[in-house]
């Protein structure tokens, strides 16, 4: 078996999500004179590719560290690719996630939407469209996850969420000014009707108390196994007490699945980190 890498790099130019704190790094000693090298890092639990835990929206919940390994962060998922189908600001259903994997109840399911090509490790980076104007789902999505026993879910973008259903509404007026013309023309009404307040950030407070968590600000070469099962492993710190952590997530395919899909990855671009750049590009 072998890997393939689904996180972001994390640096000190990884955006955490808007007023979280974001990574900051240096040395507290060098080589010379120490003999070592050593380094502090003070961040939110919400940058770069991270698992948002139970206790973040939900007191009673489990934290990190009592989410179990092989029973809930390992196992069997679809990679589910949305790319040809949303846009900034439109709303991510069932039905598109179904018209286009098999997707099986207990499954761990990650979201392809295609604004990993926005994140700050890309050629083609923007901030705005990657925090501000991705796509997300609505109350349908959540119950249907929640009838197929999700167990986790992942998203290649700033938020499980809809921005517009979030306080990036109350943030980015000018944004949101633009997300209220593209729903009342796509969905017959406006944001807020939309998004009223029952339905305020319903994937982190409608999911959480049902065990159905996710992770954030995936990316890697999630390209790669677009619309195709495989083992999914997600890896946060064993945190005690946290309510969200930085992890890596991984998909394990075997060996020979893997040198095709690093053969069909040589055909592209790659990003200075190395990963498929997510517009593929041809070399």
Known sequence: MKCVDLSIPLGIGTPAWPTYEPLQMKYFKRLAPNGANGQILTHSNHVGTHLDGEIHFWTPGKDIAGLQLNEFLYGEGVIVDLSDCVEDYSVCTSKMIEERAEVKEGDILIINTGYHRYGWDQPTADEMAYMVKHPGPDREFAEWAKRKKIRWIGVDCGSADHPMNTMIRTWMPRQAKEADRYFREHYGKSLEEY?????????????????IIHAECMGGDMD?????????GCFPWRLVDGE???CRIVAFVDDDRHTKLMAEKAKYQLTKWGDLAAAKVPK
């Open 244 to 246: 969200s952590c930085i």
């Open 224 to 232: 790669l196994l677009s619309n195709q099962r495989c083992t999914i």
């Open 195 to 211: 998004f009223s307040d029952d339905k305020y950030q319903l994937m982190h407070l409608e999911m959480f108390n049902h065990h």
